[in-house]
């Protein structure tokens, strides 16, 4: 059974900072690309960055230059530094990997909050 947990959210001010870590099992975490993607209020779910085997990385528009994708497969873990953060960042952010065979997993989600 393929699990993705995500941690690491919570308020924190405009300018901040936050890591969030995606802890994936069941799945052969060192040759899958792995992507976090985000959902606010009223909007649909967006693509936030995405990381392959190979370790290259890829961004939304809107993150690109604040925000950092990286990933630990001893611990099979995916990170996502978030740095400079904006009001408008805040969204749930939700972890995802799509196996070879087209199986979508989705984490449950972390909330993040970017406000006083």
């Known amino acids: 059974q393929v699990l993705l947990a995500e941690s690491g959210g919570g308020l924190v001010r405009p300018g901040g900072s936050l890591r969030l870590s995606c802890e994936a099992t069941?799945?052969?975490?060192?040759?899958?690309?792995m992507r976090w993607y985000r959902q606010a209020p009223g909007k649909e779910r967006e693509w936030v960055a995405s990381?392959?085997?190979?370790?290259?990385?890829y961004y939304g528009d809107s993150v690109k230059g604040r925000f950092t994708i990286a990933r630990d497969n001893a611990k099979n873990t995916v990170y996502l530094q978030m740095n400079s953060l904006k009001p408008e960042d805040t969204a749930i952010y939700y972890c995802?990997?799509?196996?070879?065979?087209?199986?979508?997993?989705w984490g449950q989600g972390t909330q993040v909050t970017v406000g006083t």
């Open positions: 990381i392959n085997s190979d370790n290259s990385a």
């Open positions: 069941g799945l052969a975490f060192s040759i899958q690309a």
């Open positions: 995802n990997t799509v196996s070879n065979i087209g199986d979508d997993y």
